[in-house]
């Protein structure tokens, strides 16, 4: 006996699409075809997965009969699959299915794979599981974490680094602002002429663009636009320390391409750490013009140059990488997705935090630990920052009122309160119906 096929069902608790996705319920059918030489009896089928985020809720499938040759499916049985909201996309699920009949017994192995990377989702780094880091576009609309093009000007208010061809300058950032990235902090940060800019210091000045990640390129690089670029031509590189906003920003100002006529205006944005619950700064990469993104390398890598991103390489989009235009903006930003705020380790659930009403479906009000240093914050199951919190007047009361930091409405599910006292965190569960 030989699996052959298998088609997933997915509504009514799915988006129809043919596929299991994360947060989906539906039924999956697989095809077995006898290619033996004598007719199976009474034959049945037990699924099982090897992932606690794809749950087999209905295991049991029933084919009857399968003459020698012919194929049969327990499409009037189905096995009934729960994926779980935290899985990442593309995740292959290994599952194992004991085929039993009259006289027979035998044990199946294929591969479901969860879910799939389109143009409208975020790419995660690797190759490993779970991802840090992710690159969210402004094209992911559905998602808390997607940027919003907003260009900031900092030519004639930021330094202007004098730059020739091929070169890296080193500058030390603000004594209030460090540069945590995978995990380490920088009070340094590597500004190359070509189009990237690295945590800490670097001699390099690579002007030749490698895929992300590689050993050849540089360590702890994030690319805006790595490519062999001319600041003598244009309006040179800058850099700025938004303190009111506290945003580093890098602005390669309408730099030429070496040898070529034409020439881009982007910048990168470094912002500060209590936008990520994991305290690694999230990084922006925005694009005022989209001349010459043709052979460029667009993305990041950690500091060992094994993980990464590539969003762009040498004119090839990620799939996931809406083609870049003037307006586009690209977010790297340190969620976890595949788990849940609230099995984030070194935190807690603390009785001293209540939520009332919850479950809730238009506000919901929030106490927190006394403190006058208490970030509170609302994140979503998948780890996403959704809304930073004031205090509302009353002690350390705190309001939710469903909606993200840029105002929107937010889907129903579960979300997270957060407040941060001082190395203490302490979370609590709400659940946002509407």
């Not at 040898?259 to 990084?283: C, H, L, M, R, W």
Request: net charge negative; hydrophobic share 35%.
């Amino acid at each position: 006996m030989t699996g052959t096929r298998s088609v997933i069902d997915d509504p009514p608790g799915g988006n129809g699409n043919g596929r299991f996705d994360p947060g989906e319920t539906g039924d999956l059918v697989v095809a077995l075809r006898n290619v033996g030489n004598q007719t199976v009896t009474d034959v049945h089928a037990c699924l099982r997965s090897s992932d606690p985020r794809f749950t087999v809720i209905d295991s049991v499938g029933d084919y009857d009969s399968i003459p020698a040759g012919s194929t049969r499916t327990n499409v009037d049985t189905p096995f009934e699959i729960v994926v779980d909201p935290s899985i990442p996309l593309e995740t292959p699920v290994f599952c194992t299915m004991l085929v039993t009949g009259t006289d027979y017994s035998d044990t199946l192995r294929f591969t479901v794979v969860v879910g799939q990377i389109r143009a409208c989702d975020p790419i995660p780094d690797g190759p490993r599981q779970p991802a840090l880091y992710w690159a969210y576009d402004d094209v992911d609309s559905a998602y808390v974490g997607h940027p919003e093009f907003s260009w900031v000007e900092i030519n004639g208010v930021g330094t202007l680094l004098t730059m020739s061809d091929d070169q890296t300058d080193v500058i030390s950032l603000p004594p209030d602002f460090t540069w945590r990235y995978y995990g380490q902090d920088y009070s340094q940060a590597s500004i190359c002429s070509n189009g990237w800019v690295a945590a800490g210091a670097t001699t390099s000045a690579d002007y030749i663009n490698t895929p992300l990640p590689d050993p050849l390129a540089p360590a702890a690089i994030v690319a805006a636009n790595w490519d062999d670029l001319y600041p003598p031509t244009g309006n040179g590189v800058w850099y700025y320390y938004d303190a009111a906003n506290r945003r580093f920003i890098i602005e390669w100002d309408s730099v030429g391409y070496l040898g070529q006529s034409a020439a881009d205006k982007f910048e990168i944005i470094i912002a500060d750490t209590s936008e990520s619950y994991t305290g690694d700064n999230p990084v922006t990469v925005q694009y005022l013009t989209a001349n010459g993104y043709g052979w460029n390398t667009v993305g990041l890598q950690d500091q060992a140059m094994a993980i990464g991103i590539q969003c762009l390489m040498d004119g090839v989009y990620h799939r996931g990488t809406s083609q870049l235009a003037p307006g586009s903006a690209i977010r790297f930003t340190a969620a976890t997705p595949s788990t849940a705020v609230s099995e984030q380790p070194g935190t807690t659930t603390a009785r001293s935090v209540r939520a009332w009403p919850n479950p809730f479906s238009g506000s919901v009000r929030l106490s927190a630990p006394s403190g006058s240093h208490v970030k509170a914050a609302i994140y979503d199951n998948c780890g996403r920052l959704v809304r930073i919190l004031n205090r509302t007047g009353r002690g350390d009361e705190y309001v939710w009122d469903g909606l993200s930091d840029n105002g929107r409405s937010v889907a129903p599910g579960i979300y997270f309160f957060r407040a941060a006292t001082g190395g203490n965190d302490v979370w609590t569960k709400l659940v946002l119906t509407r």
